[in-house]
């Protein structure tokens, strides 16, 4: 069996619906940042977003690197010279994850694998290519942090992954062995990729919100049907590895 068990978050462990095209979003938005005396078009809110989104992106690494969104947030307010203090700019953030999230739910049988590694005194861990702001509140808000030993999100390293710098942080800060360790996810260029330059062995879940070319990579074990409650025997068999 293994020791370490590290999760990626979305489409793995929680199912989410979000929709950050939708008019109506920009159009809250553009009207919170009007309140605050940061004039904004719904259009040219959403425009200036994805531009500096890109230019913070490309300011700390490019295309492998994962941007704060909250200061982007924030530098939306200065861009219109309006203070905006840390709280504002997370308060600014989780309004609008909530506007653009559709749903989010926990997979059917999640909490119960989860207590059982936990109760069989392994350790827990979540690697996700996520936002602080967005995730950490979400993670809490369907009861699951308490299962986790530890929690890296890509926002708050600067890189996401398959970056190997994500997956060695995480096991150099826990004192994980790779190969006492499996990722499980649900997305094989990120998670599946990224665990095997690591050494590790990995558990593929295809899922609604999986991206659509999959096959390319091999991970040491699948489970095709989305059905979560599968992995329990794959993974916590004594002869896992």
Request: proline residues 3%; contains cysteine.
């Amino acid at each position: 069996m293994y020791q370490n068990y590290i999760f990626d978050f979305y489409g793995t462990l929680a199912d989410i619906r979000t929709d950050e095209e939708n008019p109506f979003l920009w159009k809250k938005m553009s009207e919170i940042y009007s309140a605050f005396g940061a004039a904004y078009e719904a259009v040219e809110l959403q425009q200036a977003f994805r531009g500096l989104e890109r230019e913070v992106q490309e300011g700390i690494g490019g295309e492998d690197a994962e941007p704060d969104l909250t200061q982007v947030f924030a530098l939306l307010y200065e861009r219109k010279q309006v203070p905006c203090d840390p709280v504002q700019a997370k308060m600014t953030a989780v309004t609008f994850r909530a506007l653009s999230r559709e749903f989010i739910r926990v997979y059917d049988g999640v909490t119960e694998l989860l207590a059982e590694l936990r109760s069989r005194g392994r350790g827990v861990y979540l690697l996700s290519n996520a936002q602080t702001d967005f995730t950490r509140p979400e993670i809490g808000m369907l009861g699951l942090t308490g299962y986790f030993d530890g929690i890296f999100i890509s926002a708050e390293q600067g890189c996401k992954k398959p970056s190997t710098a994500f997956f060695e942080r995480l096991l150099k800060k826990f004192h994980l062995n790779p190969r006492e360790s499996i990722m499980i996810g649900n997305d094989e260029s990120a998670d599946i990729a990224g665990a095997r330059r690591v050494g590790m062995d990995s558990l593929y879940i295809h899922t609604a919100i999986s991206p659509k070319e999959y096959g390319k990579i091999e991970a040491t074990y699948r489970v095709m049907d989305g059905d979560f409650r599968r992995i329990r025997d794959l993974i916590l068999r004594e002869n896992a590895f």
